[in-house]
């Protein structure tokens, strides 16, 4: 049985391998990971790819590709003008020639020496290698696929819901229910994906700040904030959601459970939990540019700080799963979490 909390691979282990391939995925397992996490963007063709962002010159080596700089250009995502690459301006054949970057380079150098070494994979890839994976550790291995940008994909005529159902089916992953979150920001694809016959348990993700762009799309500036859907009413609607509707847990940004110092906790996961909700929470990363203030040591941005602390204080809250850059860290504080004082 796994322990509370249960550890996420947040894009692999991205603490040390270049995020969303596969060896930072089975580095993650191997480093004690329950769980990883996949964000799943489309291609020109419907093909479903794990990227961080639909836009990749920071995560690809698509810049040192000269057959494919006639496809740079600029878009509004989700409100947001980007200028890059987009991963709905290529096909599957074009993106599988591209090779897979450290997106923080600066802050990750070790990470970086494997620049170049991994292509970019497909939903069905990791699929097949949480099966592997599963079978050779004789562990049950899950996923929390994130949906990425769906309205914006939907508007081109790319569904994610739609292709990802569509891939559940064909990995045989249907009956594997509580093996599989769906998580989004937008709450309308996770609907949208249960009533496509998709069993899986529906995590809610919330930012600090703003509103979801499905709500705002429809909206305007009428739409409910992540403030207002994690408020008291809030959390109790959520729970009181049934039928393809239904939500299961939340997803939280790390800062909604610490305090304004950041060296204490708020009372977030104690009302989630009251409302009948579960409450995952992003993201854990040892290095003092992602630390909260009290916990950073030293100047430099890329160096550990007291990564312990955080991580044990975050744990100390009753959260139900973490996502962590570095897998093995997390399972460290989740250990000593877990000793008596």
């Known amino acids: 049985m796994t322990s509370a909390p249960m550890i996420i ?15 930072a995925y089975e580095l993650a397992f191997a ?25 990749i010159s920071t995560t690809t080596d698509v810049a040192s590709h000269p057959e494919f700089e006639q496809l740079r250009t600029t878009k509004v995502v989700d409100g947001v003008k980007r200028t890059g690459w987009f991963t709905e301006d ?37 699929f097949e290698l949480v099966d592997r994976q599963s079978e050779r550790t004789g ?38 229910h509580a093996r599989l979150v769906v998580e989004s920001f937008e709450r309308t694809v996770l609907a949208k994906v249960r009533a496509r016959g998709v069993h899986a348990r529906s995590v809610y993700l919330v930012e ?9 799309a429809r909206d305007g500036a009428a739409a ?22 239904v939500i299961h847990g939340i997803s939280v940004d790390k800062t909604l459970l610490l305090d304004a110092r950041g060296d204490g906790t708020t009372d977030l996961v104690d009302r989630a939990h009251a409302a009948g909700l579960q409450i995952y929470m992003w993201t854990l990363r040892a290095e003092n540019r992602f630390l909260a203030q009290p916990f950073r040591r030293g100047e430099a941005a890329e160096h550990y700080g007291d990564w312990p602390g955080e991580f044990e204080l975050i744990m100390s809250t009753g959260v139900d799963g973490v996502f962590a850059d570095q897998p093995d860290l997390a399972a460290v504080a989740r250990t000593m979490a877990s000793e008596p004082s």
């Open 31 to 55: 480093l004690g990971a329950d769980a990883v996490e996949p964000d799943v963007v489309a291609t020109k063709d419907g093909v479903l790819v794990l990227r961080h962002e639909n836009e």
């Open 90 to 126: 290529f096909t599957w054949a074009q993106l599988s020639t591209l090779r897979c970057i450290e997106r923080l380079p600066e802050v990750r150098q070790a990470s970086s020496t494997f620049d170049g070494r991994y292509p970019v994979m497909r939903l069905s890839d990791l």
């Open 139 to 176: 562990r049950s291995l899950g996923l929390v696929v994130e949906i990425k940008h769906a309205t914006y994909f939907e508007n081109l005529g790319l569904p994610l819901d739609e292709l990802f159902a569509a891939s559940v089916r064909e990995a045989v992953w249907n009956d594997r």
């Open 224 to 245: 409910r904030t992540y403030a207002q859907e994690i408020d008291e009413a809030g959390l109790y609607e959520l729970a009181a959601s049934t039928g393809d509707d």
């Open 9 to 23: 691979g947040h894009r692999g282990a991205p603490g040390y391998r270049p995020e969303h391939t596969s060896a």
């Open 208 to 216: 600090a700040e703003g509103a979801p762009y499905d709500a705002v």
